[in-house]
């Protein structure tokens, strides 16, 4: 008698950050394996235990820390939509890794790599899974949900977390889109787990919750800025730094962050 498909969520000791272990047909998709080597070598310890050995690597976006585990698993599949995979192909994620592996003191194995690029938009065979594909700008460029109906499964990446404020990368306008679009998947179709690149995981009331949250503070943002420019550039910054968030972060990202996303508002209004 074939096991049912099953999941499991292993957190990184930084930031809280999620690696997914999705079971079935007598294999793992490991989704964002990290983030310190022992970590790594947890879940495939994890999926062995399990008797369904790590055959596909799927990553939702390139920053180092969803990337890291990839090359730990040279016999996988390394799987990613394709705004990803142009990240991990032209060299920027292996050098995102390699600072931060600097910055922090990690080791990896391997680089990043992609052996199967994505059209976001479509469905697709992972692993033993059918899945779906989402666009997710606004955190980063090459941010990709997917959707996993045989496990009730929604992944958003670094989108929708119950730990973290959005950290906008990308562009304010992208971030708003992407979470309109998230609510009304939520409202519409909602999934039974809600799986965010960091924090624990969520059903689809806690996440509709956030993602409003998360939408409103950025229109939030969006008009203070905008209603202060007039008085100049420090005003205008002053009054979005002035805005509350809708959760604090861990200390070492909290300010920077908060910064960053009012510097990146101000550039969609001001020109350089």
């Known amino acids: 008698m074939t096991a049912a498909p099953r999941l499991e969520r292993l957190e990184s000791s930084l930031w809280e950050t999620t690696t997914l272990l999705l079971v079935g047909g007598g294999e793992s998709v490991a989704i964002d394996p990290g ?16 008797g369904a050995p790590v055959r596909t690597v799927l990553a939702t976006h390139s920053h180092f820390d969803h990337v890291c585990g990839i090359g730990a698993f ?4 390394a799987v990613m939509g394709e705004p990803t995979a142009r990240a991990v192909r ?6 995102g890794l390699a600072e931060a ?4 003191d990690l080791h990896y194995v391997g680089e990043p790599r992609c052996d199967r690029a994505l059209e976001v938009g479509r469905a697709h065979r992972i692993g033993p899974f059918a899945a779906e594909t989402i666009a997710l700008a606004g955190h980063s460029v090459c941010g990709v949900g997917f959707r996993f109906r045989a496990l009730g499964l929604l992944v958003v990446g670094d989108h929708v977390s119950a730990v973290e ?22 409202r519409h179709d909602p999934p039974d787990i809600v799986a965010s690149g960091h924090g624990p995981l969520l059903d689809a009331t806690q996440a509709l919750a956030i993602a409003e949250a998360d939408l409103d503070y950025l229109h939030r943002l969006r008009t203070a800025v905008a209603g202060a420019l007039g ?20 200390p070492d990202f909290h300010d920077e962050s908060q910064r960053g996303n009012v510097e990146t508002q101000l550039a969609e209004l001001v020109p350089a």
């Open 231 to 250: 008085d100049g550039r420090e005003a205008a910054f002053a009054a979005g730094l002035a805005v509350e968030l809708p959760r604090p972060a861990w």
């Open 101 to 104: 592996a600097s910055e922090l």
């Open 35 to 50: 983030v310190t080597a022992a970590e790594i070598e947890r879940v495939r310890a994890r999926a062995d235990e399990l």
């Open 165 to 186: 404020f959005p950290f906008v990368y990308q562009s304010t306008a992208a971030y708003r889109s992407t979470l309109a679009g998230l609510i009304d998947l939520l």
């Open 90 to 95: 032209d060299g920027s994620a292996a050098a």
């Open 74 to 77: 040279p016999d996988a599949e």
